[in-house]
């Protein structure tokens, strides 16, 4: 089996036509999904875009030992695994952070591209500002090129990782796309995302709705470009032969629980809405620059308690493989196991590191279940330690970052012992805003000690276990 994996960053779950959405165009995803195994309860595993790429790529909960940083040298990853199988691996990437820094998330590909410009400041001026016509932004080259290679590379056994950034922010599609979902649309920029609680950030409503428009249109322009993409592959005769996946590492809050953002973002002199980062001052500083009037100001920036709801831990999860019997499970599934999946799919022998499992008796039809809960976690950082999240901007973490812990219908939102609990029944309120922990303690204590099982067959080290022992 080849194999071609789509990451599209960014990418709310519930924004696709497949999953019930019924005005954002996304026809190709739709037709994809009919011919594939479509997951409605697949949760993203580390979070946010470093970590889970850390885990697609080694098969493990890597939040529980390393956070948004270099991949360890000492991990075996997917691509690594298949190259000694004698797959021809490629990677083509916008996303940023597989190079950016010796992060070396490219590591084990025998050839890789990446996509530069996805990074706010001097670097994507360079290039935005040559663009012309849709096809030179961010995700149409990346999945042109990807259409390209496979062109060239069609008669091998291939995996191909393509990657690409969008929908992530800044938004700034075509206005043709930002049309579609913004009635009298005059042409004016997307706003940068507060990071915080909308309101308190002083931004007008009509900021977050007309932001959301231009993240739809994004969402439209990668399906558009995912499309071609899939028709390459047809048009090859490859459909026969190729394994299809497409997912995406988290959501995005678009004014849900009031906040816009997919975390909360703390600076001491209270600015917090306006403007894209400009560069570093120094060690914990940001200057922000606000496009509109050009002043700047300078603040230190920290990580807050950032909850982590539906919107941004359920992901989309499709996944087409030749002759399997297309059709949806509610099966919970994470991001930790694609990467043995692939390599099921490929014949591969996984490594004894994986903590993952194979999905492939759920697209065979052999289980109708795989794990009994779900986990997804910011890594496990200590107070006061400054970390790079989001972008390259050091912030440091002054309050303990949650883990949301699920079971199909209940999900605990939890940090450490002593810190807010949260419980939510999913199924009776999927937008989780009743709070139920006061009256159902024992379903929070059983969740609670899942987690902690869980945490301590994965071997997780003393200094951060202990505080996550006790529920309260």
């Not at 700047?296 to 920036?301: D, G, K, L, M, Q």
């Not at 309050?399 to 002593?418: F, H, M, N, Q, V």
């Not at 006061?438 to 994965?458: D, I, M, P, S």
Request: hydrophobic share 35%; with cysteine.
């Amino acid at each position: 089996m080849n194999v071609v994996m789509i990451i599209s960053d960014t990418f709310r779950r519930d924004h696709v036509g497949c999953y019930g959405n019924s005005w954002i165009r996304t026809p190709n995803l739709d037709r994809l999904a009919k011919q594939s195994t479509v997951f409605d309860r697949c949760y993203t595993t580390s979070y946010p875009t470093v970590p889970n790429r850390a885990d697609l790529l080694t098969g493990k909960y890597t939040f529980a030992y390393f956070g948004w940083g270099p991949l360890p040298d000492d991990e075996r990853t997917l691509p690594q695994l298949l190259s000694d199988a004698g797959y021809s691996t490629m990677g083509i990437v916008d996303t940023p952070f597989y190079v950016r820094n010796g992060y070396g998330y490219d590591r084990g590909f025998d050839d890789f591209l990446w996509n530069r410009g996805q990074h706010v400041g001097p670097e994507r001026d360079a290039v935005t500002e040559t663009w012309r016509y849709e096809e030179d932004r961010f995700a149409p080259s990346t999945l042109a090129a990807a259409e390209k290679w496979i062109e060239r590379h069609y008669r091998e056994e291939f995996f191909l990782l393509v990657d690409t950034w969008d929908p992530h922010e800044p938004w700034d599609p075509p206005a043709h796309y930002v049309e579609m979902y913004l009635k009298d649309y005059d042409g004016r920029p997307s706003p940068w995302p507060c990071y915080c609680n909308w309101r308190k950030g002083g931004l007008p409503k009509e900021d977050v709705e007309r932001a959301h428009a231009h993240y739809c249109g994004e969402i439209t322009m990668v399906d558009r470009w995912v499309g071609r993409l899939l028709e390459r592959i047809e048009s090859l005769g490859l459909m026969e032969d190729t394994v299809v996946i497409f997912t995406s590492d988290h959501g995005f809050y678009f004014g849900e629980h009031d906040m816009f953002g997919k975390g909360i973002q703390e600076c001491d002199d209270g600015v917090k809405v306006g403007a894209p980062p400009g560069r570093a001052a120094m060690k914990g500083q940001r200057i922000f620059r606000d496009p509109a009037t050009g002043k700047t100001s300078i603040s230190v920036a920290h990580w807050g308690r950032s909850p982590l709801y539906e919107e941004l831990t359920r992901i989309p999860l499709l996944i087409y493989v030749p002759k399997a019997k297309p059709g949806r499970t509610d099966a919970l599934v994470c991001a930790s196991d694609l990467m043995p999946t692939v390599l099921d799919l490929a014949g591969v022998t996984a490594p004894d590191t994986v903590q993952g499992a194979s999905l492939t008796p759920l697209l065979r039809g052999e289980r109708d279940r795989l794990h009994d809960f779900a986990v997804t976690s910011w890594p496990f950082y200590d107070l006061g330690e400054s970390i790079r999240v989001v972008d390259d901007w050091e912030r440091k973490v002054d309050k303990p970052l949650l883990s949301a812990i699920t079971d199909g219908e209940w999900t605990l939102l939890y940090a450490i012992a002593g810190e807010p609990v949260e419980l939510y029944n999913t199924v009776t309120d999927p937008e989780q805003q009743q709070n139920v922990f006061t009256e159902n303690h024992e379903l929070a204590r059983e969740l609670h000690a899942k987690f902690v099982k869980l945490l301590t067959e994965l071997g997780t080290k003393e200094a951060f276990l202990a505080p996550r022992r006790q529920l309260l």
